[in-house]
């Protein structure tokens, strides 16, 4: 038995709660306007608002139901399209209306909820950001430029929102129905005594993201340990030199890390690189290194910052490298039982640089190509210490030893950088499209020393 | 006049066939397809299937009670495999249970022992091995065999240009159940109706007049649902007739793309001669076209590239022949542009080639070939109210393309590793239905005793904004607000023998009907006003909902006309039907003049190009564009837009894909990328062509579904610019899509020293 707010009331379930809680959505609850458009997160069309407490403060994100396990929806606020609707069209709603952004309309309802996600969150209002919340969102009939129309009249009309009580202004000003003001009591109300434990469960769940589309099946007839709730598991923390980061902490959590920017100045842009908003909402840093895939993104940062991971079995706690921990094809070293509580890495001195590039079919919500990240220590104009990590190259994440070992006391120059090409070169065995992938190691070598010495290298380095 | 159906849309409340409200006892569906390409089917093993929890039924060949035939044009594609399969996905069996789930699970348990046989997925080896669909058609006008002769340039090579994955959000669906007396109700999520009601009566062995077809709307379609909304409504009528039982079939995402075709992909070998003046002199195009594992609409496809096979140009001596090659991939079908666009990709390769060898600017070829008043279309057709020039002279004035192409290339000069690329691009695309029969269209429209109108058509409502259209034809001819005025579900026991809403004709031929049908109502309805006002007929007209006498208001309004109307037994309710006309086509001389009108206009490309990491975006697109004069710009505007990203993604980042085994490997949203909201243009400008209303659209406003998919063509030529900006030895390459991986392995492609370069 499960119990969520959906829209204004109050629900209870006895279902599976593996099931998806689009299925709960449309065949339960019999509420359509959640569109499936293609089960595996990539499209948005149903998009929903997960509502949730934290301290004081109930936060707002936009989420994929498709790949939502109803079991990470207990005691939070489920909103749809459904539980948007005024008696008239909200000025959200107008905006699409007024500037065409709607065709089909099968893509819409998820749009909307996306919008109003931003406009709920802390994020700035500007139309970069709102952009960013509506990217994990594809529609095949306008083109996007009127939804940019409608985007930005949208932006306009919260440029004096509140930022200290959002639900408030926007439900006075039309943008939400008035019940959401009662929500967060509502939720204190619920939050009996529950307190997630580790079982003999057949699935350990993060976010879902991945187990939803891979083992849909499977999932929904299990039984199932969801850990997002667990003490202890999420958030960016330092402590004595090292980076600990919970295997529950999202990749938006990431991204809102001011500890994790401060050290990679540049992180919030890698991260837009990284799935959509929505998957952002609920992915998380240990389902990417349990995942295993030769391409994860997190788990090729993390390698080339010479994670570790902590795994718990049942209290049976050991301590494994990231690069020992990927051992073949969506293979890791690690029990059914046990459960990554966290990784972790040394705080990166002043010295230190930090670089990842990802290349795939289209430039956001892709898959890599070929992704990379490199990290080097420079003092004196002369590389200290390198670590790089590339992948999809095989069967699991390259550690390139012999580059990284290579680059150490060397100075970035052409000449480096044509030589390391060639050590990389030799350590790489591409399994698919070989010419291609060899080539965007180059490359990537070569944007990430352009990046930490723009001035050093030019053309000729490509000769 | 915004979309009508867009208030709803935003408030989640459209209904889709999903959406429907199910009746108790539903049951559901879910198709088994074949795992291997190609092969001879031994055996297929249902029993663990049959066992599995929730299964009520599951069907296969021997079950079909009619005929196992759901080709439209050729009898060649089965409902069901039966001792062949010839492609992976094609549909073995039906798994009916109590839910999705149950139905999904058993189906995997299903299991076939197939003797595997050759697998082919490259037309032209379909071609050598002689595994044609039909005979090879070819178009000719002039001699081009002599011209060679007097040609100063000849150019010969070879282009290829790869399919397309509708990718409409709404994947297939079709909803059945029993009726008394043997009939079914099918919604489906189809853009024929007609299509299906007739498919269901062939596989089942029933007439027409016992299934209804109702279509409310569709999440989109593009062409991809044209034929192919056919099988899946008729495995759940032939699942629903037997077990009696309402039965309902969607089809998952990674299902509807492996199961479903696509865009056909050509390969091409071309021959183009210049005169020294840059005249296109001769023009010869053999284009093979990948039809997939049966015909579906290729034949139709194959005739429209043929029309198209001299893009906007005037070509004096032209032969262009397709071949239909049968490979081992889905049944290949329409697609916003149904081979246009193919056709126009391998002229417009031709021009840039020749371009490339003779050492100008693409666009000089371009500007001095453009079609002018009068010039015939190697199908004998002449050029009517031409506007090609005119786009092209008010894009270069309006754009200021000169000036633009000046700032790339100084862009280009400053920047070592961001490069930009410009290209323009003229289009003509022609508006009919090639197939003269089909541009028929009928609408019903009924005015009730308050005075609202409701109306039904054949045309499917499918994001276009055609009801909208519609609406407003009516509300013109009538004098009545469009308030008062509801588009209804396209349904086939109102509208019977509806053509499929394609080849961008929904709003003429349906509007056209609507209009012939409000005619006739208000002629109706003023005789009569002109006896109750006892005054003559002439001196009537109705405007703002009221009845003038000379122009002068009288106090008999719309409401009280229709009432007083009813009580004298006046009909209020008429049946529009509108056949294009002046077109015509003889097949025997490949002669005529198959379209209605033309739709000019032209584009200009920017693209940035990261030369680092072979990315790039797409910076503007500007276009002036022929609408005739837009009853709706609102809509059709949406259409351009929507129309030049899907275009834009075919031939940049759209990669379809199949390996040797037939496999679809990109074969779901997350690996199969259409462009997302930071992969269109960041600028974008769409000016109409100030012109004359065109003659046979409807008020004048010229179809604009198809033409604008083309505008999206020159950004393909513009990366090839760009790429040629930083490695300027690179020998351009003919084949698209131009994706991330082919443009940075040109970029650093080792120079081809033989190649002359503009200005060399």
Known sequence: MINLIVNDQIREFDLPLGTSLVDVIRDNLKLPGTKIGCREGDCGACTVLVGELDGENLKYKSMASCILPLGNTRRKHIVTIEGLNLDGLTPIQKAFVEENGTQCGFCTPGFIMSVVGFCLSDKKKTFENIKIAVAGNICRCTGYKSIERALSIIVDGISKIDETDRIAWLADNGFIPAYFNGIKNKLK???????????????????????????????????????????????????????????????????????????????????????????????????????????????????????????????????????????????????????????????????????????????????????????????????????????????????????????????????????????????????SRPEYKRLLVKQQLLCHLMSFAPEALGLEALQ | MKNIDSKIHVRGESQYVNDIPIKEGTLFAYVYGSPEAHGKVKNIDLEKAIKSEGVVGIFTARDIPGQNQIGSIIPDEPLLADEEVHYQGMPVALVVAKTEGQARRASKKIKMDIEKLPVVTCPREAKKNEHLLIPPRTFCIGDTDSEWKNCEHIIEGVADIGGQEHAYLETHGCYVYPMENGQLKVYSSTQAPSYVQKGICKVMGLSMNQIEVDVTRLGGAFGGKEDQGTPWACLAAMASKSLMKPVKLILDRADDIKMTGKRHPYAFDYKIGLDKDLKIKSWEVEMYQDAGASSDVSPAVMERSLFHGGSSYFIPNAKITVYSCKTNTPPNTAFRGFG???????????????????????????????????????????????????????????????????????????????????????????????????????????????????????????????????????????????????????????????????????????????????????????????????????????????????????????????????????????????????????????????????????????VHLDCLRGTYDIELVKIVHDFGRSMNFDIDLGQIEGALAMGIGYVTIEELLFNQDGKNVYNNLSSYKIPDINFIPRELEIVPLDTEPAKYAILGSKAVGEPPFLYGMGTFFAVLNAIKEFNPGFAAKFSAPITFQKTLLSLYEKCDTSVKMPGT
């Open chain 2, 340 to 606: 246009a666009p193919q056709a126009i990709f391998v002229m417009e390769a031709a021009i840039y080639k020749a371009a490339e060898k003779i050492g100008v600017d693409q666009s000089e070829i371009q500007k001095r070939n453009l079609l002018s008043e009068g010039d015939s279309f190697p199908y004998g057709q002449k050029a009517e109210r031409c506007e090609a020039t005119k786009c092209w002279e008010l894009a270069h004035e309006k754009f200021n393309i000169q000036k633009l192409k000046q700032q790339v290339k100084e862009y280009n000069s400053k920047n070592k590793f961001f490069k930009k690329g410009l290209s323009t691009f003229p289009l003509c695309f022609g508006i009919s239905f090639t197939k003269t029969s089909l541009n028929q269209g009928r609408s019903l429209v009924h005015i009730y005793v308050d005075g609202s109108v409701s109306i039904s058509t054949g045309v499917i409502e499918m994001g276009q904004g055609v009801n909208t259209k519609i609406t407003q034809v009516a509300s013109k001819i009538l004098s009545i607000p469009r308030e008062r005025i509801r588009v209804i579900s396209t349904n086939t026991t109102r509208v019977a023998n509806s053509s499929p809403t394609a080849a961008s004709t929904g709003a003429d031929l349906n509007g056209g009907a609507t209009k012939i049908a409000c005619e006739n109502l208000l002629k109706r309805l003023l005789k009569f006003a002109a006896g109750e006002l006892s005054c003559d007929e002439t001196k009537l007209l109705l405007r703002d909902g009221f009845v003038y006498i000379d122009n002068k208001k009288t106090d008999l309004d719309w409401n009280k006309l229709v009432f007083l109307a009813y009580e004298s037994r006046v009909c209020l309710s008429e049946n529009g039907h509108y056949a294009t006309p002046v077109i015509n086509f003889d097949k025997s001389k490949e002669k005529g003049h198959p379209f209605s009108y033309h739709v000019y206009g032209t584009a200009v490309s920017v």
């Open chain 1, 189 to 431: 109300e619920m939050a009996v005594d529950y307190s997630p434990k580790r079982t003999d469960a057949d699935y350990i769940m993060g976010g879902g993201t991945d187990l939803l589309v891979q083992e849909l099946d499977e999932v929904e007839e299990a039984t199932i340990d969801f850990i997002q709730e667990m003490p202890g598991l999420s958030g960016v923390r330092i402590e004595n030199g090292k980076c600990f980061i919970g295997s529950t902490t999202t990749i938006t959590e990431l991204f809102e890390s001011e500890a994790l920017n401060k050290m990679f100045p540049k992180m919030r842009s890698y991260i837009n690189l990284i799935a959509s908003h929505q998957i952002r909402n609920m992915a998380t840093v240990g389902g990417n290194f349990a995942n295993g895939s030769p391409i994860g993104d997190l788990a090729i940062m993390f390698q080339a910052l010479d994670g570790t991971l902590v795994l718990n079995e049942k209290g049976k706690k050991r301590e494994i490298k990231l690069k020992d921990f990927f051992v073949g094809y969506k293979t890791v070293n690690k029990k059914p039982d046990e459960l990554i509580e966290c990784v972790y890495f040394n705080v990166p001195g002043e010295n230190t640089h930090f670089s990842f590039e990802k290349i795939g079919k289209r430039i956001h919500l892709d898959m890599a190509t070929v992704n990379s990240a490199l990290v080097v220590e420079i003092k004196d104009g002369i590389i200290k210490a390198a670590s790089y990590s590339v992948g999809g190259l095989g069967a699991t994440i390259r550690n390139m030893e012999k580059t990284s070992g290579f680059l150490v006391g060397k100075k970035i120059s052409n000449k480096t950088f044509i030589e390391a090409n060639k050590v990389a070169q030799s350590e790489i065995t591409p399994r």
